[in-house]
């Protein structure tokens, strides 16, 4: 490593497939990657469009533990192959929408926000499209986002404003969700899993009768012959 290395936005995420960490350097802007089974680093440099450099705010790793670099100062997503080390970019609809820290679900697909554009949005990778959905409130300017697998909704909050805001991705209703609300939010998750957990009950295989030798004689009176 580098005398100067800052070394921050660590991550382990899907370290399982490879046994590789994932980390950038602000000083430099260089990316490393850390194999804990050798303890060997290895440094790819800066990530570039044309002579532009890009450093990521926040580095989300997907289910093969290729890298996703959200360009807080800009207008594009990028990302990094595990296996050949190819950078590819992703501009965002939006201009200069300022997009920040991020999440992969389980489908495989990005979600983040878009601090410059008041904003959050997905990145599909079957389809190589970004979706984005504005907030309902000025200057929220999201921090993050973070889809709920119970109920597919996406929550973002801010450091701006005491609300955190509910949007469903398949209708676009947007909700602002105050502090004191929180509770009341929380329950209704609570209630959403609670019916998730009945229908899983519900659809479980019947039980295996008992075998005719484990049956008491009374029962096998009413069944066989004998």
């Known amino acids: 490593l580098d005398i100067t290395t800052q070394t921050n936005m660590v991550t382990p995420t899907h370290m399982n497939v490879d046994n590789k960490v994932w980390m950038t350097d602000t000083a430099t802007r260089n990316l490393y990657r850390l194999d804990a089974t050798t303890g060997k ?28 670099l959200l360009e807080f100062g ?5 990302k990094i192959d595990a296996k050949t080390k190819q950078f590819t970019f992703y501009p965002t609809p939006t201009k200069f929408a300022r997009a920040r820290r991020g999440r992969v679900d389980h489908e495989n697909r990005l979600w983040f926000a878009e601090y410059g554009n008041n904003a959050v949005a ?35 909050g801010s450091m701006l404003s005491d609300r955190i ?49 484990e049956m008491s004689p009374a029962a096998r009176k009413k069944i066989f012959v004998e």
């Open 165 to 213: 805001i509910r949007t469903n991705p398949k209708t676009g209703e947007r909700l602002s969700i105050k502090a004191n609300q929180l509770k009341e939010e929380f329950e209704r998750l609570r209630s959403i899993d609670s019916a998730e957990e009945a229908d899983e009950s519900e659809d479980d295989d019947p039980p295996i009768p008992p075998t005719r030798a």
């Open 74 to 78: 800009g207008t594009k997503i990028g």
């Open 41 to 68: 680093w290895e440094n790819l440099g800066v990530s570039k469009v044309a002579d532009r450099q890009i450093s990521g705010y926040g580095l989300p790793t997907d289910k093969d533990n290729n890298l996703f």
């Open 122 to 156: 997905v990145f599909d990778p079957k389809t190589e499209k970004i979706t984005e959905w504005q907030m309902p409130v000025k200057w929220q300017m999201p921090y993050d986002a973070q889809i709920s697998e119970t109920s597919g909704d996406i929550y973002n």
